[in-house]
C-alpha cells in the first residue's frame, strides 16, 4: 500500500541549510506529479514546491523562490527539497504528496508522519 516517509529534518539557525528527501512506495512515483507541503504551528498546511512527474517543471510558493529547490529521482522514488537561507517563518512540519488531491489508502487521505524543521533566529 501507499507509503510516504519524510526524513531529513532538524533544527538549524537561521541562515542554516537542510535536505529533505521524501522515500514513496506503494504506487508508481513515476507516474505522479509530488509536491512538499509545509505546517506552521498554528497554520493551515500549504504548498511550497512541487515538481513534475520527469522533474523537469518545477513550482515554488513566492515565500521560498530562490531559496529552496525540489528534484526527484524516479529510479529510487525519492524526492528532494533543498532548503537554503532558512528563516524562522520556515519552522514547521513537512510533508510530500501528490499535488492537490492527497494519495489515498482505502479511500482516505493518507499523509505520511512528516519531518520538523526547526530554524532558531
Known amino acids: 500500500q501507499v507509503q510516504l516517509v519524510e526524513s531529513g529534518g532538524g533544527s538549524v539557525h537561521a541562515g542554516g541549510s537542510l535536505t529533505l528527501s521524501c522515500a514513496a512506495s506503494?504506487?508508481?512515483?513515476?507516474?505522479?506529479?509530488m509536491s512538499w507541503y509545509r505546517q506552521a504551528p498554528g497554520k493551515e498546511r500549504e504548498v511550497v514546491a512541487t515538481?513534475?512527474?520527469?522533474?523537469?517543471?518545477?513550482s515554488y510558493a513566492d515565500s521560498v523562490k530562490g531559496r529552496f529547490a525540489i528534484s526527484r529521482d524516479n529510479a529510487k522514488s525519492t524526492m528532494y527539497l533543498q532548503m537554503n537561507s532558512l528563516k524562522p517563518e520556515d519552522t514547521g512540519v513537512y510533508y510530500c504528496?501528490?499535488?492537490?488531491?492527497?494519495?489515498?489508502?482505502?479511500?482516505?487521505?493518507?499523509w505520511g508522519q512528516g519531518t520538523q524543521v526547526t530554524v532558531s533566529s
Open positions: 515538481v513534475a512527474t520527469t522533474g523537469d517543471r518545477t
Open positions: 504528496n501528490a499535488p492537490g488531491h492527497p494519495l489515498q489508502i482505502a479511500g482516505k487521505p493518507y
Open positions: 506503494g504506487f508508481t512515483f513515476s507516474y505522479y506529479a
